[in-house]
Structure formats: C-alpha cells, structure tokens
C-alpha cells in the first residue's frame, strides 16, 4: 500500500500557506521583527506562536521516544482528526469505518466532512469484528477508527485484533490512544515504524490533565506528517497553550504520581461499586472511568443529578442498555458518589 495513492488529489497538489514564520523561522533570534504585522509592544502573547511547536515536540519527542518529525499538533485531538478526513477522504465518494459503541467525534467529523460511515459493532465482549470490518471495507474505505482503550467501554483491544486489521485493511488506520496512559497495555508507539499506514492520536486532556489547553497529539509516519502539516491551520497550537504544556512535560513525574493516584482510586472505586446493590455489571476498565450496568440508567442518573453528582448516561448507545459511564474522580469525590448511590 502506497500512502500517497490513498491522499486526496487536491491536497496532493497543494500549495500550502506560507506565514510569516515559515519563511524567516528563527523567531527567537535577536533580529528586529517587522515582518507579521503585529504590535511591537511586548506583552507576552503579541508575537505569533512557533507554528511547529519546535520545543513542545522536542520534548515530546524525548518522552515517547519517536522522530520530532513524527509528531504533528493540533488544537485538540478533534483538529488532529479533522486534518486526517480532510488529507485522506474525498466528499461524497469514500468512506469511513467505526466501531460503536465508541467515541462520537469519528462520525461527527464524518458527517461534516460529507463522509459516508459505516459501522460495523463490537462484539459482546467489546472486541473488534475483524471477519465482519473487512467484509464492509471497499476500495473507497480510507480510514478505520479504533479507539483502544475504547470509550465509553473502558476495554482495551487485544494485540492480535489489532495487529490483523493493521496488516489486512486497505487504508489509515487510525489508533485513538486518548486513554493509553492508564492502560496496563502498552502503547502501539514503539511499533510505529512497522506500521506505515498507522497514525496513533493521543491528548494532554486526560491523563496529563491539561483538557483546557486544547493539545492533541498526531504520531505517524514522516510521509503522512508531512503531508498533515500542509494543510493545518499555520498557526493552529497557541502560544500559551506551547508554554504551558512544554512546562507539565518537562514536569512528568507529577503527570505520572497523578496517574498512579488515579489508577489506585479506580480499583477502590471499583471495589465499593460491588456493594451497590443495582449495579448488575461493572466492565473491565483500563481507562480513567468506569461503565457499570445498572437496573435502570435514565432514573439513576437523575437520581444522581438530583444529588449534584453529573455522570454519563450511554444507555442509547449500541450494546450499553442501561450503562452509566463513570469518569474516577478525588478520593473525596468517590466517597461522596458511592454515599449517593447508596441512598438512591
Ligand atoms: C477525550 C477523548 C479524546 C480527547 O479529545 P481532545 O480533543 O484532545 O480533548 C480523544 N479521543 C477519545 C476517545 C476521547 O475519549
């Protein structure tokens, strides 16, 4: 499979913005900068922001052990997988492939981006229809989506249904990891290179705790980078959001002390969930949260509202008849839930 025979004519014969800082890219030296048409007063933020991120990456280079030239940055990982439909999918003529249930940006981007869907459910236990994902693709399915450590199921996919689908489809893959950070399996990062049709997203906006920044993360292969950074917005990561994520990077022992925490407060979670006595299933998590099966989900969710604590309700999602999403919170906040769900 060639990575070029799958991207979009007209992005391939693109002639990308060129910015200011595109041209004359050595924005921290000490020239006299006339040339963007900003306010010379210094503020702090008056300067455009670096459009490549340089030190953000260098850092996230360093920590996911990959190329500087295998990450792109987007302005969440919604801007990360919006590049990826517009290089990859023509309107009107390919599709995409989902897994529901699963993360509802996939078909909301597929629907703006005039992109047929078409999904193809897990199995009971959560896991991919391998025989079922390729029976549906055709020469027009140019991206299949697995979200692994899935939401709202909070599973991750075994490495085999991952391996076969990265080898068997005909397109991008597309590996949401959002949750990787508190998955007991490893990331597929260390596999990039093996894998060239392969484009793992990941996010500060869960583990990392930054979801107010707006940093998504794109890892792939230098051709398809390459190819995204053609058509993203020039300078689409802000200046503040560079400044703060390159200080939480450069800080990871709080990320990973915070992640510990978190992961100690899912088992006790977990643990007190059992003695509740209309929870009918609590399904293994690898994630930050928890699905759990309850005897009826509209009427304990508002039950919960009633009570100031706000879930998730997936009742109306696929395979999730009466299912609850529950994101692992403080200590504090654990015990004030498993107290209201007692009392209901
Ligand atoms: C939360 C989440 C994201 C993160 O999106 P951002 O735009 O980076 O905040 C991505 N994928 C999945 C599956 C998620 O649950």
Redesign the pocket.
């Known amino acids: 499979m060639k990575i070029k025979d799958l991207v979009r004519d007209n992005i391939k014969s693109l002639k990308p913005y060129s910015s200011a800082r595109d041209e004359f890219k050595e924005f921290n030296s000490d020239m006299i900068f006339l040339d963007a048409n900003e306010n010379p007063h210094e503020n702090g933020v008056n300067r455009y922001p670096d459009p490549q991120q340089t030190t953000v990456k260098k850092e996230l280079a360093k920590i996911k052990k990959v190329k500087e030239n295998q990450i792109l940055l987007g302005n ?3 801007e990360v997988l919006d590049l990826i439909f517009r290089a990859f999918c023509e309107p009107k003529q390919d599709n995409i492939i989902t897994l529901p249930p ?2 509802g ?1 996939y078909k909301v981007l597929a629907n703006i981006n005039n992109i047929e869907e078409r999904e193809v459910l897990l199995t009971k236990g959560f896991e991919p229809s391998i025989k079922l994902i390729l029976e549906r693709a055709d020469k027009n399915s140019k991206i299949l989506f697995l ?1 692994s450590p899935n ?1 709202p199921t909070g599973n991750s996919f075994s490495k085999e249904s991952i391996e076969v689908l990265l080898s068997t489809f005909n397109g991008i893959v597309v590996l ?1 990891e ?2 990787i950070d508190f998955s007991s399996k490893k990331s597929w990062l260390k596999r990039l290179n093996e894998f060239p049709n392969l484009i793992i ?1 990941q ?4 583990a990392y705790g930054m ?1 107010g920044i ?3 993360i794109c890892y792939a292969s230098s051709e398809i980078i390459s190819i995204l950074n053609k058509i993203k917005p020039p300078y689409n990561v802000n200046k503040l959001t560079q400044k703060k994520a390159l200080k939480r990077l450069l800080n990871i022992g709080d990320v990973k002390a915070e992640i510990k925490k978190i992961l100690k407060e899912r088992s006790r979670l977990i643990k007190k969930l059992e003695d509740v006595e209309y929870v009918e299933e609590i399904y293994k998590t690898d994630a930050n949260f928890v699905l759990i099966k309850v005897d009826d989900a509209n009427k304990r969710y508002a039950q919960l509202v009633e009570k100031g604590i706000v879930i998730r309700n997936r009742t109306t999602q696929p395979l999730c008849d009466n299912t609850l999403r529950l994101t692992v919170g403080t200590k504090k906040e654990t015990k004030l839930l498993i107290k209201a769900l007692k009392d209901i």
């Open positions: 969440g990982s919604d699963t993360y940006m979200c939401n949401d959002a949750y997203t996010t500060l906006s869960k979801a707006r940093l998504g």
